[in-house]
Each structure stands twice: as structure tokens, then as C-alpha cells.
């Protein structure tokens, strides 16, 4: 989803690793959100936060996101007879977003399993979150172990032009944890210092 966040790295990332992948489709969608304002990843005027000491929820949380993506999601599931919907929210080494907790996706599903033609005619859709419970240190592994290359990945906040990581932002501390604590080197490509 191109939503309007402050770089297309991860696009551009998403791309590479469905390629790598076989994915059988891959499209990016436009969806500009940056109207909306209220998070630091789509209002430029509202700093990346870097010293990691915030409370509550942070400022990258993008209101209503994964609703908004999930719906979108949704949408094309039915029109191409999936049952499942795939999310990579993770709700163990995560900023505290309210939109990747376990409840909260279970409700959307709930909710995908009220509204759909599919599912009122019997064909009930799954939100599954492979992720939802590990640690990232499982989840640097399960991407070695399934052929996924970390270093093709974008978690950053704030990449530069070629998509090199910052290493400073919230997203980036919390995935070199990762590597340290599954005592892997760290593949992510990261700005000069």
C-alpha cells in the first residue's frame, strides 16, 4: 500500500521479495492518507521519534491503518475467492499500536465474516497474523528459515533514497534487538553513520 508514508523504501522492498518469492500477483495500491495528518510516518511536520523513551502510543502510530489496509485487503480476498488474509502485526516487540493486538484482529475478522457476500454465503474468511506472538528474534529466524532475505527488507521509518535504514528510529532499534538476541549478524543495510 502506498498510503502516502514518508518513503516508497518499503514498496520498493515489497517488490523485490514478492519477485524473490513467486508471488503469483503483486500490485501496490494508492491510498493517500497524508491528508489526514496524525502520525509522524505520513505528516512530515511531525518528527520521527529516536530516543525510544515515549509513552502511550507513539506518534507513528497512523490512525486507523490496519483497518483501513485489512479492509483493502478484504476487499480483494472476495473478488478472488481467498479465504485468508494475511498480516504481518506483531504484538510482542512492537511500538504498542492498538491495531496489531490480538483482539483487535479477531474483531476485524468478526466484523470481514458480517460484511461480505462470501461469508454470508458460507465461504467464512480467516485474518491470520503468523507473527502476532514472536518475538522479533523468532521472527529474524523464521525469515532465514523461509528463504527471506532481512537485508531485502524495510522496517525503518525513516530509510534514505536507497533504502538504507537510519538505525536510530524506534523500528530500527527494536529489529537490531532481534538480531542480537537471536545472536545473528545483522543483514540490514544502514546509512553511514
Known amino acids: ?65 490496519n483497518t483501513i489496509l485489512l479492509s483493502l485487503a478484504l476487499a480483494w480476498a472476495e473478488v478472488i475467492g481467498a479465504r485468508h488474509v494475511f498480516i504481518g502485526a506483531n504484538a510482542v516487540d512492537y511500538s504498542g499500536y492498538p491495531d496489531c493486538r490480538p483482539e483487535y484482529l479477531q474483531a476485524f475478522e468478526a466484523m470481514a465474516n458480517l460484511a461480505t457476500k462470501a461469508a454470508v454465503e458460507g465461504q467464512r474468511i480467516e485474518v491470520r497474523a503468523p507473527l502476532i506472538d514472536l518475538p522479533k528474534s523468532k521472527i529474524v529466524e523464521l525469515a532465514l528459515e523461509l528463504g527471506v532475505d532481512p537485508a531485502q527488507t524495510v522496517t525503518c521509518y525513516q530509510p534514505d533514497e536507497q533504502g538504507r535504514a537510519c538505525g536510530i528510529c524506534d523500528a530500527c532499534r527494536i529489529r537490531r534487538a532481534g538480531f542480537a538476541t537471536a545472536n545473528l549478524p545483522d543483514s540490514t543495510r544502514y546509512q553511514p553513520d
Do not use: C, N, W
Request: proline share 6%.
Open 1 to 65: 500500500m502506498d498510503y502516502g508514508q514518508r518513503h516508497a523504501a518499503e514498496l520498493a522492498a515489497a517488490r523485490v521479495v514478492a519477485q524473490r518469492l513467486g508471488a503469483a500477483q503483486h500490485r501496490i495500491v494508492e491510498l493517500d492518507l497524508k491528508p489526514f495528518g496524525g502520525s509522524a510516518l505520513t505528516d512530515r511536520s511531525i518528527e520521527v521519534p529516536t530516543q525510544g523513551a515515549e509513552t502511550g502510543i507513539p506518534v507513528t502510530y497512523v490512525p486507523a491503518r
